[in-house]
């Protein structure tokens, strides 16, 4: 008996891992392409754009987990079906359930060993990513980005460059904003302070102002009430900076929840994103199963290339499925959070089914 539970266990494991060498290659070739456009004006060899987008593909391959674990346990259960492997461990006592069950346990384990092991490398890989992009990229006339000292922009301006920071974001309203306008070369020539600024559109209304002009070197002040500047960015622009969370892990989110809040991102998209990374090990078990569903119901032999269109299709409505979920929870139907599990449920309880029929058999 552990004969066959490690004859079920390495063979799918190294299903697993054939998948994903699979995907990985056909992701260096479409990104490799991008990379080669990004990088073809500006003399640089081919070894960037191969780095690159060698250390960019594994963050694509874990948002497709649920899709690669669904086409591996497929793919093995077609073989061992095919082969008649599949009948003799009926033969020793194993049932359909008991089979299904250890992939799908294993499956489960392999999720969480990628959140904690395998996804902060990947974080950290496009950490480098970004920063390697951002230094080649020729459209770096604006740029934000988020540290420990709050928010920090940078724009390009007609007759010179304004750099911005605010101490803290709270949903639209910056608070303890300090604002440096300086000329072509670089020298200051305004300098502002205020409590607060509205950046509900591009013309941000500043609160409680004090303006530090320098001309000739004489320092003028001004107080106001209220002031007004034009900026390429607003709320909706800004946020969307605090959306991206491919450089930040699963433990990273997990440890600085309350820290990152203090930073400004929002919680509803941080909530988002922590349940949708818990969800992946579960979304795992359920991929399992479906597969585990459409493969095991005969012991007779059958064309691969039906279960391959059977299973294009299947991963193609279960993807959209997610999309809809989402699209839910980002127009407040329903809470972000809830729509990252509404998929897992569903498929759930439609698998449960499906399990309990095929162990019948």
């Known amino acids: 008996m552990n004969k066959i539970f490690r004859y079920l266990l390495s063979g799918y494991l190294k299903t697993v891992f054939k998948v994903i060498l699979i995907c990985y290659c056909f992701g260096i070739i479409l990104n490799l392409f991008e990379e080669i456009e990004f990088f073809k004006n500006l003399e640089q060899n081919i070894i960037i754009p191969l780095t690159l987008t060698a250390i960019f593909v594994p963050n694509e391959i874990i948002k497709m987990l649920p899709f690669v674990i669904f086409i591996s346990s497929m793919w093995f259960l077609l073989n061992i079906r095919n082969n008649r492997d599949l009948l003799d461990l ?17 499956s489960f384990i392999f999720g969480w060993i990628v959140l904690l092991a395998i996804n902060p490398i990947t974080s950290s890989m496009m950490k480098y990513y970004e920063l390697t992009k951002a230094e080649y990229s020729r459209d770096i006339d604006h740029l934000v980005t988020v540290n420990r000292n709050g928010l920090w922009i940078k724009e390009n301006l007609k007759n010179g460059h304004r750099i911005i ?15 440096f306008k300086l000329n072509d070369e670089y020298n200051i020539e305004k300098k502002i302070f205020a409590k607060s600024a509205n950046t509900l559109n591009n ?25 007004s500047i034009f900026s390429s960015y607003n709320y909706t622009k800004i946020t969307s900076l605090y959306k991206n969370f491919d450089t930040m892990s699963f433990l990273d989110l997990l440890l600085s929840y309350k820290n990152l809040q203090e930073m400004g991102y929002i919680k509803t998209y941080l909530d988002q994103n922590l349940n949708s990374m818990m969800s ?5 078990f359920i991929m399992t199963a479906l597969a585990s569903i459409l493969t095991m119901n005969t012991l007779k032999k059958s064309n691969n290339f039906t279960f391959i269109i059977v299973g294009l299709i299947a991963c193609v409505a ?29 498929i759930g309880l439609f698998s449960f089914i499906g399990v309990l029929q095929i162990n019948e058999k």
């Open 203 to 227: 013309n941000w209304v500043l609160k409680d102002v004090i303006i530090y002009k320098f001309k000739d070197g004489v320092i003028f002040q001004e107080k106001l009430d209220s002031y």
């Open 318 to 346: 279960i993807y959209y499925f997610k999309d809809l979920s989402l699209a839910l929870g980002q127009t407040n139907r329903i809470s972000l959070s809830l729509s990252v599990w509404v998929p897992v449920v569903a």
């Open 165 to 179: 920071s605010a101490d803290e974001t709270r949903g639209n309203i910056l608070n303890n904003i300090t604002i």
């Open 90 to 106: 009926k033969v020793y006592g194993y049932s359909n359930f008991k089979i299904f069950f250890i992939l799908a346990c294993t």
């Open 280 to 284: 992946i090990p579960f979304f795992l």
